[in-house]
């Protein structure tokens, strides 16, 4: 079974930085792109940015564009998400989601992130 | 890149047939066949449940189906029963690898 886990997450203020990790296993995660998703609480789900399998394609969503950075490191089987400047409207749980063609078949469980002075 | 837009809940009795529709526009929805569901439980990982507008991965029961119309993709779910209960969200491709999705739908089997 597909196992994603996240980790990197937590309390931080406004303005200031955090990388996310998504270690991967038992799949070939090399042949795969992978996205992030978020979900605010009581909210639903919000894509934020997707990473083709070798990395040469990289896309984010409006509300993240030039504060976040995804990349992955195929040897290590990881993914990660840079997140600076970040707003409290960044507050949220952070999904790391294995992409197949146009739907995301595993997610993590999720890392929790949340922006507040 | 506006979430789709899905009924806030919805609710049925065991045995009865359930409808969550998810409303976009005609540049992701309607143009893209590319319509998938997920399910949530409390706490838990979502799981896909529909993809590609009315293909179900295996080991989801085809008691779960989809199905799209113009700009309106919708997940109904016959012969509800109690495990069914849980948080339903669509989510549609819309182009130049880009995603967007819904607001969610909470199921309540009464």
């Known amino acids: 079974q597909v196992q994603l886990v996240e980790s990197g997450g937590g309390v931080v203020q406004p303005g200031r930085s955090l990388r996310l990790s998504c270690e991967a296993s038992?799949?070939?995660?090399?042949?795969?792109?992978m996205v992030w998703v978020r979900q605010a609480p009581g909210k639903g789900p919000e894509w934020v940015s997707f990473?083709?399998?070798?990395?040469?394609?990289?896309t984010y969503a409006d509300s993240v564009k030039g504060r976040f950075t995804i990349s992955r490191d195929n040897s290590k089987n990881t993914l990660y998400l840079q997140m600076n400047s970040l707003r409290a409207e960044d507050t949220a749980v952070y999904y790391c989601?294995?992409?197949?063609?146009?739907?995301?078949?595993?997610w993590g469980q999720g890392t929790p992130v949340t922006v507040s002075s | 890149q506006s979430a789709l837009t899905q009924p806030r809940s919805v609710s049925g009795s065991p045995g009865q047939s359930v409808t969550i529709s998810c409303a976009g526009t005609?540049?992701?929805?309607?143009?893209?066949?590319?319509v998938s569901w997920y399910q949530q439980h409390p706490g838990k990982a979502l799981k896909l449940m529909i993809y590609?507008?009315?293909n179900r991965p295996s080991g989801v029961p085809d008691r779960f189906s989809g199905s799209k119309s113009d700009n309106t993709a919708s997940l109904t779910i016959s012969g509800l029963q109690a495990e069914d209960e849980g948080d339903y969200y669509c989510?549609?491709?819309?182009?130049?690898?880009?995603?967007?999705f819904g607001g969610g739908t909470k199921l309540t089997v009464l």
């Open positions: 989601v294995k992409r197949v063609n146009f739907y995301f078949d595993y």
């Open positions: 038992r799949f070939m995660f090399s042949n795969f792109g």
């Open positions: 990473i083709s399998y070798d990395a040469s394609k990289k």
């Open positions: 005609s540049s992701d929805v309607g143009t893209y066949n590319y």
């Open positions: 590609d507008v009315t």
């Open positions: 989510c549609s491709y819309a182009g130049t690898y880009t995603w967007v």
